[in-house]
């Protein structure tokens, strides 16, 4: 597209929204930490899309970052506090009432025919997996 229009807005969400992803008229969105990076947050934001309210926050890992769709289910990687708590890879099932299963670590990630593609590197040792 060449233009460009804003249409609606929806403010009062969070101090510092991160990744989104849409899945079924719902759009996702990452809640991570506070505007100055002192307290991290553990919700992801669910936003009706038909309405554009704010239909129900969905409680996670610490510091949601990044979320993708795929095959009908909404992915996403919390990034924790970078001290004691690690990235943690989770799923989050529309079908299932936005159930959050863990699933295990992952700093990163991509999706295509229903293949979830993952990479992990601890900030803390150097070692990295890509993961299938």
Known sequence: AKTLEVVDKLTGLGDNLEGVAICEDMLYVANSCTADWSTYHTDVKVIDLRTFKL??????????????????????????????????????????????????SATRMCATDDILYLTYSNYTNPTASFLL
């Open 55 to 104: 239909k129900e926050q969905l409680t996670v890992g610490l510091n949601p970052n990044a979320l993708i769709e795929e095959d009908d289910k909404v992915f996403l990687i919390s990034w924790g506090n970078y001290v004691d708590i690690g990235y943690s890879l989770q799923m989050i099932d529309p079908a299932a009432n936005n159930k959050v299963t863990e699933l295990g």
